[in-house]
């Protein structure tokens, strides 16, 4: 079946250290997010990717970095300059043809800063 | 700023009854607006859809209504369900980058 895989699904760091985030699809889509959810402020997007090899910043990309090396992985690096890292991290694709509203969800990643 | 204001925050509604979630927009570039339906530990998934050259969309017990002067829309779940406890968000997309969620609804249905 065609989906976005997310691991870990829960993730405990100390402070100081970075975490790295992964998300694969098989579904083959082009473009590629990154969003972050705390509750009560809906969600908001890190990172985007449109096509391997380049992406963009969204509204919230300090203390983040991303690649794309390959067109079905988008990995996300929480690192230790984030100052608030707890949050539920989604990540989400849509086909080149796709439009940005119908995103495709994965199960999401629940990192916990100890 | 917030350019998608989501209310209410929670909402509560007996089975057979109607839900009723609203949104308003600032930005008028905005020309697309979904609504996602997440149930707890797992990802939103796209629910319904409107563009705002129509002023309802209706799929089965879910109904968008789209008010494009007032800058609102809104989502009607009709005989709502326990099943449809979920968190409810509206969002409004311009353009390949831009999507901007609401702050989310979180649906109960007694039983």
């Known amino acids: 079946d065609g989906g976005i895989t997310q691991s870990p699904k829960y993730l405990f760091r100390k402070e100081g250290q970075n975490v790295t985030l992964s998300c694969e699809q098989n579904l083959n889509h082009d473009a590629m997010y990154w969003y972050r959810q705390d509750p009560g402020q809906g969600l908001r997007l890190i990172y985007y990717?449109?096509?391997?090899?380049?992406?963009q910043k969204g509204d919230i990309a300090e203390g983040y970095s991303v690649s794309r090396e390959k067109k079905e992985s988008f990995p996300l690096t929480v690192t230790s300059a984030q100052k608030n890292p707890t949050a539920f991290y989604l990540c989400?694709?849509?086909?080149?043809?796709?439009?940005?509203?119908?995103?495709?969800f994965g199960e999401g990643s629940r990192l916990t800063v100890l | 700023q917030q350019q998608v204001k989501q209310s209410p925050q929670s909402l509560i509604v007996q089975k057979g009854g109607i839900s009723i979630i609203n949104c308003a927009y600032e930005?008028?570039?905005?020309?697309?607006f979904p609504w996602y339906q997440q149930f707890p530990g797992k990802g939103p998934a796209l629910l319904i859809a409107?563009?705002?050259?129509?002023s309802e969309k209706k799929e089965g017990r879910f109904t968008i209504s789209f008010n494009k002067s007032a800058k609102q829309f809104s989502l009607h779940i009709m005989d709502s369900q326990p099943g449809d406890s979920a968190t409810y968000f509206c969002?409004?997309?311009?353009?390949?980058?831009?999507?901007?969620f609401g702050s989310g609804t979180q649906l109960t249905v007694l039983p």
């Open positions: 969002a409004a997309a311009r353009s390949a980058r831009q999507l901007t």
């Open positions: 409107i563009r705002p050259d129509v």
């Open positions: 989400a694709s849509i086909p080149g043809t796709g439009i940005v509203g119908e995103l495709f």
């Open positions: 990717s449109q096509i391997v090899n380049d992406f």
């Open positions: 930005n008028t570039a905005f020309d697309y």
